[in-house]
Nanobody
Framework: QLQLVESGGGLVQPGGSLRLSCAAS????????IGWFRQAPGKEREGVSCIRSGDGSTYYGDSVKGRFTISRDNAKNTVYLQMNRLKPEDTGLYYC?????????????????????WGQGTQVTVYS
């Protein structure tokens, strides 16, 4: 069974940090592009950051550039999203997804694709 499990979400004050993890089972993450997406209540899902297989090239949404970092540990079959200087507008349900796709920008701009393997999500809440 192909599965992704996110973890690491929680409550944090503005300016704080969290690290999300996306662990795969049933397949090899290194062979896939991996994306992090988020959805706030009442809003559309958006691509936050994506990382390509192979050369590990990355893409970041404009709202998170300079604050978030995506990385992968192929030995652990896990992808991470380090989130620093968090803001209330970063609040949402964060999903990871895996796909066979050559362009990470394209992956991040398709936040509802049914061709991805999706996790169940982890909640991030940034509150004052």
């Amino acid at each position: 069974q192909l599965q992704l499990v996110e973890s690491g979400g929680g409550l944090v004050q503005p300016g704080g940090s969290l690290r999300l993890s996306c662990a795969a089972s049933g397949f090899t993450l290194a062979d896939h592009a991996i994306g992090w997406f988020r959805q706030a209540p009442g809003k559309e899902r958006e691509g936050v950051s994506c990382i390509r297989s192979g050369d590990g090239s990355t893409y970041y949404g404009d709202s998170v550039k300079g604050r978030f970092t995506i990385s992968r540990d192929n030995a652990k079959n896990t992808v991470y999203l380090q989130m620093n200087r968090l803001k209330p507008e970063d609040t949402g349900l964060y999903y990871c997804a895996a796909a066979i796709i050559s362009t990470v920008q394209a992956m991040c701009r398709l936040p509802y694709s049914d061709r991805y393997i999706w996790g169940q999500g982890t909640q991030v809440t940034v509150y004052s």
